[in-house]
Structure formats: C-alpha cells, structure tokens
C-alpha cells in the first residue's frame, strides 16, 4: 500500500469564477487561486464560486450562501487506469458539479450533514439538507441508512424519501456539451451585470 500512496499526486482546484462575496479560509477569494485540500471556500448571499478541478472534476460550483472543503484530491497514474480521488464536505449550503467518466477504481464523493452522494460520470447539485438533483449519468445517495439510485432527470426528495423528477434548473457557469466533449477549462462564466454595448455612429448625422 505504501508504493500505491506514493504514486499518488494531489490533485488541483482552482477558481475560475467568482460573483459577490467568495472566501478561502475567511480571506477575499480571487480568480485563479489554487485551492489546496482543507481549505474552507464559502460564498455569501447571492455570490457563487466556479473551480476547475482538472482530472478530479472537471467543474465544481459553489452556490449562494454556501461553504465546502476537499478532503481528498489525488490522481494516482501508476496503474493501467488513473485511479481519481475525489472527497468533497459540503458543510452548509448547495454545491454542483460535472463529473467526466472515470476507472471503475476511481471515486467522487459529496458528504453532507444529512447525506452523501457517490457520483459517477455525470451532473449533479448536492444540497446539504439532503435534495440531490441529477441531470445525466446517475449519483447513489445514502439518506438515513439507505441507499437510493438517482440518475438523469430525477432528484432525491429527503422529505418524501423517494426519488422524483428532477425540477431544478442547471446552474450558470455548468459547461456545456461542447465545451464537456473538449474538455477544456471554462473561466469566468458566471452571467454578471451586462457590459453597455457602445452604439454604432450612424454616417451622415
């Protein structure tokens, strides 16, 4: 085991996008820091965060009125298959995200006080009094010791304790098909107040 663990990287987290309020460890956040695991990221009302966790991820959002960590961030290469690591602890709020596939090794993991949600390839919102909502690919929630198997266009209800159909709306800044199939990293895609647009001197005024 001892070989294993050291050919594991820790593996990255970076802002890419920041609205309103956003705080690393009670600090003013700004795009493009590296977020190392431990640290805490909160956001205040009406602020969201965006982080591109490269091979972990890709895409992570923080929404309003929100505060999460990484626990664990690894990408070990030694192997046939990259074997990915993802541990997310959703302390208060709602986090999202897109996860591309991986090994069946790998693992990604929102933990909340109520719930938590090991999510394969997939689009996903975690919400810490336990609503997980799934766009494509599935998520198995555990609420209360048992398990639930959430996929494409359903969300778990902790109030009924059931899976229904999905009714939220994708957050801004999620990437979309496209960009997910390039697999590139989106920045700064949080819809802020529109820029004036100059307008156009009309000939002969």
Known sequence: AGSSLSAAETGKAEL????GSVKVDGQAAFVGEA???GQKIETGAG????????????TVVILPDSSISFDELSVDKSGSEPVITTKI????????GYVKKTSSQS???VKGSTVTAVIRSSEYQVT???VVAVWSGCVTVSYRGVSYEVCGGQMFDPAAASVVANT????AGMPSAIQQSANVKVTAVIPTRPQPVA??????N
Do not use: E, F, H, R
């Open 35 to 37: 977020i190392k695991t």
């Open 199 to 204: 307008s156009p001197v009309k000939a002969g």
């Open 128 to 130: 810490d009094n336990g």
């Open 107 to 109: 693992s990604y993991i």
């Open 47 to 58: 602020a969201q965060a965006n982080l591109y966790l490269a091979d972990n991820g890709p």
């Open 16 to 19: 890419t996008g920041i609205k």
């Open 89 to 96: 602890n959703l302390k208060v709020g709602t986090v999202a």
């Open 168 to 171: 939220m709306i994708l957050p």
